[in-house]
């Protein structure tokens, strides 16, 4: 996303105008988190000196978790981070209490606790652009702890792509950064072996070794091509995780290293012991494998309720003691003798990721849930969920796969429809306890619709990966066979109300049948790709991919679009009377800019809106459908923090045009900048006046006392510090300024490294 120099003009900048609530109301609004537990656990570390202390990183968004009684209960430790990753867990060994996350996707890069995760910091002094804050792994170089050197990146060429920096080193205990290596290479992970030796594991260009932390030179015993996904050291012994080739394993201080088992993708290597023999695990595609010294070989030790038919994850040693996770919103797998037994954890942290929501129409206390899986066809877990008491507790049910959404057939409690990624559609006439395919074979079901007076008519938007065939297909015999009606891809569908008219949202805009979705026509809207539909008053809403919002009238399209960050998913749209609900996803979307999403609400057709994001641990609101009303509740799904819910819904009022008439104008200079900012304002009228700067969480940084300010043009300035007079990180700002009225101008800043 390009950052404007400029200041923040009214017309031309529309887009990046932030209504007011983002500061007040936004902020008040507290969402209750349902459910249900599991998540896709990429680490895990356990406290050296007292073993029932766990903590539990999650993958993208889901953030960091603990517990201090052996998985009993947990606690999300980075909630005032919303959207943190916890990619890596690493604790200082001389004082466990000190604790360094890792988030590859670039929010906030790496947070530091002094206190065992009661409180954080940002720690990315020196790391001044998005791919150096990639951070995808830590190690601690030094006896002291001061000595830290990361990795950045993830995946240069992945969508988004996530390219990272090299490597960084700090001296201060991560205070401050500098470049030492591999500047422009994605570098995936990195360790030291005993002898003090640093290794670095690049994607695709195999694994280099510094013995000064400044030099870096390639090792010609690990294929150059590979990308060494991560690394693990114990003394003189060091495990890689080489893919796509295998494990390979070093015996003297990453000198040199010997081919040890093939696998096609190995996720996770571990050092479990080097004494009195070695022993190594790793997990593999698909698998669980054990290295012994003894033996010099490799078996399996997967067995129930360790699942065979999943790609796990997450793994992590100490001794005899193992935790594992799974891609699949899984629960947390344990061992306590060096894997002949497995259990599961008492409970797991709330952090699935859920792709969509449905509410029985005759009981709102019973919800049903899409589980996002493996992206694989046949390696998944039940791809829904379901609870009977509002989210309290929740089962897992329905087929093996990976859920794309889920739907109550109009008017009925009984039957129900889910759309998978890769492995067709299904049917339920008794809640998925049990069901028939409908659409079989390798294809992605988008989403699909009954006709709301006619249940035999149904409409399904798919892509079809093994023929490459995709497009709207329509059945007239309750799903008994399908005829494509339209090459298009479709992404979600809307009836209108007790008619045979369909609306289509496309990667190529609006489309309309009314003849039950027999022909299909062209509305509007060609440059944009389509997500989210609803239906009010006779017109068509529709929201798009980057953030866009549509009225949709018979004779002429109306943007009517807030002043939320874009780009970003309007995922789903959602009217509740005559107030309009909006969700969005900034989850895997972009790395260009900071991925956040929320939710947001008008009361006026789009004329004014309000930020309802409030205390939302994980801000992507996911999925197909990821907004239903719950009786007079908000139930969202979400992108690494399960279901939330919101009671408090009361309307918002009205401010009209009093902004215009107050202040005409907020300009910002010079910007970016390293040593502050002068903002210009323009009053109409003498007004009384507040001036805040938040960051992208919603966090204030710098708040003014609220002062009289006169009719005319005056100056002030911010020098870039926060409240408590420290420097804030390099990154984008909002500057807020609020007069009398509900009088309100945003403009963005950045500040950069000086």
């Not at 590859?104 to 947070?111: D, E, I, N, V």
């Not at 591999?182 to 013995?211: H, K, N, P």
Request: aromatic fraction near 12%; include cysteine; charge should be negative.
């Amino acid at each position: 996303m390009r950052i404007f120099v400029t200041a923040c003009n009214r017309i031309l900048f529309t887009s990046y105008l932030l209504c007011l609530s983002f500061a007040g109301s936004a902020m008040g609004f507290s969402w209750e988190r349902c459910g249900q537990q599991g998540g896709y656990f990429k680490d895990f570390a356990v406290h050296p000196g007292n073993p029932q202390v766990i903590y539990a990183g999650s993958d993208d968004s889901g953030g960091l978790w603990k517990t201090i009684d052996g998985g009993q209960a947990w606690e999300l430790m980075t909630g005032e981070w919303p959207d943190m990753t916890a990619w890596q867990i690493i604790l200082n060994p001389l004082n466990p209490d000190i604790i360094y996350i890792c988030d590859p996707y670039g929010r906030y890069g790496l947070l530091k606790s002094l206190n065992g995760g009661q409180s954080w910091q940002q720690i990315t002094d020196g790391l001044s652009s998005i791919a150096s804050r990639m951070v995808s792994d830590l190690v601690i170089a030094s006896d002291d702890g001061d000595s830290l050197y990361i990795s950045t990146g993830l995946d240069r060429e992945g969508d988004p792509p996530k390219p990272g920096d090299g490597i960084y080193v700090s001296a201060d205990g991560g205070q401050n950064w500098e470049p030492c290596g591999l500047q422009g290479e994605t570098a995936l992970c990195i360790c030291r072996c005993g002898d003090g030796t640093l290794l670095a594991g690049l994607e695709g260009q195999g694994l280099y070794r510094s013995s000064n932390g400044n030099t870096w030179d390639q090792i010609s015993s690990i294929p150059a091509d590979a990308s060494v996904w991560q690394l693990d050291s114990h003394d003189n012994v060091v495990a890689a995780a080489v893919n796509p080739y295998g494990i390979y394993l070093s015996w003297d201080y990453g000198s040199s290293f010997e081919f040890s088992l093939s696998s096609v993708y190995t996720p996770e290597v571990s050092i479990a012991r080097t004494s009195p023999v070695t022993e190594i695990y790793a997990c593999i595609f698909p698998g669980f494998v054990k290295y012994t010294s003894t033996s010099g070989e490799w078996t399996d030790v997967t067995s129930p309720p360790l699942p065979y038919n999943l790609m796990l994850m997450g793994l992590s040693t100490l001794g005899d003691s193992l935790f594992c996770g799974a891609f699949a919103n899984s629960p947390i797998f344990f061992s306590e003798d060096g894997a002949q037994n497995w259990t599961v954890l008492p409970s797991a942290p709330t952090s699935s990721y859920l792709s969509g929501l449905a509410v029985d129409p005759n009981d709102p206390e019973t919800v049903y849930a899409a589980n996002l899986g493996s992206y694989m066809p046949f390696i998944n877990m039940p791809c829904l969920s379901r609870t009977t008491d509002g989210g309290q507790n929740w089962e897992r049910l329905g087929p093996d796969a990976h859920g794309f959404f889920v739907h109550y057939s109009p008017g009925s409690s009984d039957t129900m429809y889910c759309g998978t990624f890769r492995n067709g559609a299904f049917r339920s006439n008794d809640g998925f306890s049990s069901w028939t395919a409908i659409r079989q074979g390798d294809k992605i079901v988008f989403d699909l619709i009954v006709d709301e007076t006619d249940p035999s008519l149904i409409l399904l938007a798919e892509w079809d990966l093994e023929f490459g065939t995709y497009g709207i297909y329509r059945s007239i015999n309750g799903g008994g066979s399908f005829q494509q009606v339209l090459q298009i891809m479709c992404t979600r569908f809307l009836q209108v109300p007790q008619s045979g008219t369909f609306y289509a949202a496309t990667t190529a805009g609006l489309y309309v049948s009314i003849d039950q979705g027999q022909t299909w026509s062209y509305v509007d809207l060609s440059a944009y790709n389509l997500l989210s539909l609803e239906w009010y008053g006779g017109d068509v809403y529709t929201g798009t991919e980057t953030g866009n919002i549509f009225r949709v009238y018979p004779t002429y399209t109306q943007e009517i679009s807030g002043g939320w960050e874009k780009p970003v998913w309007v995922s789903d749209l959602l009217f509740k009377e005559d107030t309009l609900f909006a969700g969005f996803n900034g989850a895997e979307v972009d790395t260009s800019f900071v991925m956040r999403g929320g939710v947001w609400r008008t009361p006026d057709l789009g004329n004014t809106w309000e930020m309802l994001t409030g205390d939302l641990s994980v801000t992507h609101i996911y999925g197909n459908s990821p907004m239903v009303m719950s009786g007079s509740a908000l139930l969202v799904s979400t992108y690494g923090g399960g279901m939330f819910r919101l009671e408090d819904l009361q309307g918002i009022e009205n401010s009209g045009n009093t902004q215009q008439q107050v202040i005409d104008r907020l300009s910002v200079s010079p910007n970016p900048s390293s040593d502050g900012f002068s903002l210009e304002v323009e009053l109409s009228v003498s007004t009384l006046l507040q001036v805040t700067v938040y960051d992208l969480a919603g966090r204030v940084m710098r708040k003014l006392p609220e002062f009289e300010a006169p009719a005319g043009i005056f100056s002030l300035f911010w020098n870039g510090l926060d409240d408590y007079g420290r420097r804030v990180p390099d990154g984008v700002y909002l500057c807020s300024v609020s007069g009398s009225g509900g009088a309100h101008r945003y403009c963005r800043v950045v500040i950069i490294k000086r």
